[in-house]
């Protein structure tokens, strides 16, 4: 008996079949390309539809989704995909197979991956700070996921970190706003554009071609305007360290994400940032680690969603 795992992002769509132990038997990514709306629907349907037929032992599907899943109703909104402000993925999906199906947002799956296969095996509380285009964390509180009322609980791109309220963080939150993956490339644009003098290797890159991947190279040649944007960004990456520590006393935070990836190097910083602010006997319980299972995290917990879902259907 095995179990597919789905993982949409917001540019591509990773699918693998698991074993109940958490063998990988079959992987594969696509991209999305320029697919939106019911195209993208289609895609993932189509690949079940195939996986399905190739292996035909799977008794479950969990997808992980990139922004809100409403269990309600069976629909998701992703901001990063055209057209699914409620797009009804459950009932497409049910639509073409008889295997049961869960959903769960893409950061409930990254720290539910990371308890069965990696870093937070064995936590009952363990929070996992997914930086990449955007920032969400999954939570995982006394053995479960925290929903919210409204299955919204982990946008914490929309801390407020800074004071006064700007308008621009509207769109993104004042997190999201400085320290995500698009967050570092706004750093970096406002500050070339106050400093006429600046000639280092930024201003190499015309404006709409900056990347966080050019911050980082540049700040590995010491780069004054990357460095100073990357203090920037442990400042905020320590501050909402803190408030999840102090908020929720978890005993692990993991670091991932795009982000984490390169910035894995300033963990002992953040650390350094996070400890000014947290309560103080709680930072001193909670162990601050990357992810091992980086980009996979999220096919994981998608994979462990199935596996759960099939293991309590065997039992009654």
Known sequence: ?????????????????????GDVVFKQTIALEKRKGLQVGDLITHEIEKI????????????AVPGIYRQKTGTVWAPNIEGWDDYPLLQQIENITSVPVTIHSDRAAYVLGERWMGNAKGCENAIYLAVGTGIGAGILVDGRILRGQHDIAGAIGWMALREPFDEKYVSCGCFEYYASGEGIVKLAKETLAMISDYKGILRQKQPGELTARDLFTAYDQNDPIAKDVFQICIRFWGMAVANL????????ILLGGGIFGPALKFIPEIIEEAAKWAQPIS???????????????????AGWLAWQHALRNADR
Do not use: C, W
């Not at 008996?1 to 132990?21: Q, R, W, Y």
């Not at 930072?283 to 917990?301: P, T």
């Open 245 to 252: 520590v102090s908020l929720f006393n978890p005993e692990k």
């Open 1 to 21: 008996m095995n179990a597919l795992g789905i993982d949409l992002g917001g540019t591509k769509l990773s699918l693998a079949v698991f074993t109940e132990p």
């Open 52 to 63: 399905t037929r190739a292996h035909r032992n799977i008794r479950s599907i969990g997808i």
């Open 283 to 301: 930072m001193k319980q909670v162990s601050i680690e990357a992810s091992s299972l980086g980009s996979d995290a999220g096919i994981y917990g």
